[in-house]
């Protein structure tokens, strides 16, 4: 990737660019990050996959992680603080990075904000608006075949035969976190504990921008995603900045 030879006032070629994909549970904020590691070709940083490691894996901090859990407490702010930033610290993260279930409260937002600010990286929000009523439908819809794991949907990906798996004609069953008590519980958390992150994001100047997830397909929103991003030039991650007027647009943010 050259710059131009005559852009001779370039100073920083490589500024990383956070990506943060903000949305209630059940929002596809998994799926989305999905399309933008391969558009953009930087790693997907998601902090539920990292605990769920750790705790496979029995690591201290996964003991640790497993005993709060058991006991009903959230995992502190500071030992995910920790966690995602020795990620990003990582050399596969030096041009940017997707992050998805993160930041999860108030208190991380200011830390990433503070952290990222010091490190000169362009931070985007993208915050994927779902009808709840919505949400909890479409959990509710989901079914697994508890012999193979085969997940169904009564969307997108029907078992042939009603309640039957396809592959070893096992009965279907919903799971535990599809149930729409849970999947209620689960939204009330992120209304009390979460949403208000986004406040701390616009009170920053953090670029921000809202997609309706609610009603269309997976690829449908990634292409409103990827319009909105390309229309504020965020499609190369590592090279935000090559003029000295870009760089005054640039500085403006995040603050
Ligand atoms: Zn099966």
Not at 70 to 76: D, I, N, Q, R, T
């Amino acid at each position: 990737m050259a710059l131009a030879d005559t852009d001779t006032t370039t100073v920083n070629a490589v500024r990383p660019l956070a990506v943060v994909l903000f949305g209630s549970p059940g929002s596809g904020k998994g799926t989305q990050s999905k399309f933008l590691v391969r558009w953009l070709g930087i790693p997907q940083v998601s902090t539920g996959d990292m605990l769920r490691e750790h705790v496979r894996t029995g690591t201290a901090i996964g003991k640790s992680i497993a005993a709060r859990m058991k006991a009903g407490e959230l995992v502190p702010d500071r030992l995910v603080n920790e966690l995602v930033f020795e990620r990003l610290s990582r050399p596969d993260c030096e041009r940017g990075y997707i992050l998805d279930g993160y930041p999860r409260t108030p208190e991380q937002a200011a830390e990433m904000l503070r952290v990222l600010g010091a490190a000169g990286t362009a931070e985007v929000v993208i915050h994927l608006v779902v009808d709840y009523n919505v949400i909890i439908a479409r959990m509710a819809g989901r079914r697994v075949c508890p012999t193979c794991g085969t997940l169904y949907n009564a969307i997108s990906n029907r078992p042939v035969q009603e309640g039957v798996c396809d592959l070893d004609g096992a009965t279907l069953v919903v799971r535990e976190d599809d149930r729409p008590e849970v999947v209620r519980a689960r939204l009330n958390e992120y209304e009390a504990l979460t949403r208000p992150v986004l406040e701390s994001f616009r009170q920053a100047g953090v670029k921000l921008f809202e997609v309706n997830a609610s009603d269309q397909a997976p690829q449908q929103v990634f292409e409103q995603i990827r319009a909105e991003l390309a229309s504020r030039g965020l499609t190369e991650p590592g090279l935000v900045e090559q003029s000295p007027a870009a760089r005054g647009r640039t500085e403006l943010v995040g603050k």
